[in-house]
């Protein structure tokens, strides 16, 4: 981690060496994500991010620019790989349910956060990034929900009087509020968020899916 003196000598010598940037670039965004999760895009200033890396506001600009672009930053490192993963999983024929849960859920296990984040900056009235998930993410992420579950209905492994659309809606309400609810769950419903207590949330969560959506 680079310290303020750190900074300021790297700053006299030019750019950081790719390593170090890379180590900072990745502590800023995990305390964006954590910070803007928790508290909200509008209540966390730069300021109080650097604070938490360490390093000076400044280098949080020559990274990411303003705050809006560190928070599309941060959601674009989590959900664009999501996406691609998702464009092959629809291409696949030997793909089911389980496999689609599994994929949702592992978003948990690299950004814990995020799933707060979106919630607050996307789903929420006046969300930061609304309108770019709307635009850039959402076509490709449970946008293509429907169109995989009426392949699987055409394979004769969905019941033909399940809604596309609706069945889709009710997999990322399986998927992603357990993960939403974590701080209440967990104490209100003695619910484990351990590997293994989310390996068991994501079976039942399938077993429930293919009980349902079944013929």
């Keep these: 981690m680079a310290d303020g003196a750190e900074y300021t000598s790297l ?66 490192r989590a959900l664009e790989p999501l996406a691609v993963r998702m464009a092959v999983l629809q291409q696949s024929d030997k793909s089911g349910l389980p496999d689609l849960v599994d994929l949702l859920f592992s978003i948990s296990t690299h950004h814990p ?14 969300g930061h990034m609304q309108q770019r998930f709307l635009e850039h993410f959402a076509p490709r992420l449970g946008g293509r929900l429907p169109g995989m579950l009426l392949k699987q209905q055409e394979a004769g492994r969905v019941a033909t009087d399940v809604d596309p659309k609706i069945a889709a809606l009710m997999i990322l309400s399986l998927c992603f509020f357990p993960l939403i609810a974590r701080p209440v769950a967990e104490k209100a419903l003695g619910v484990r968020y351990d590997d293994l207590g989310l390996k068991s949330i994501s079976e039942h969560v399938s077993h429930l899916l293919k009980r349902g959506l079944s013929k």
């Excluded at 956060?113 to 006046?126: A, D, K, N, S, Y």
């Design 113 to 126: 956060h995020l799933l707060q984040l979106i919630t607050r900056e996307v789903f929420l009235p006046g």
């Design 11 to 76: 700053r006299r010598r030019g750019r950081p060496d790719s390593a170090a940037a890379g180590d900072v670039r990745e502590q800023i965004l995990n305390t964006a994500e954590r910070l803007f999760a928790v508290q909200g895009f509008a209540a966390t200033a730069i300021r109080e991010i650097s604070r938490h890396v360490n390093v000076n506001p400044a280098m949080v600009h020559y990274y990411f620019g303003t705050k809006t672009q560190l928070l599309q930053a941060v959601v674009d």
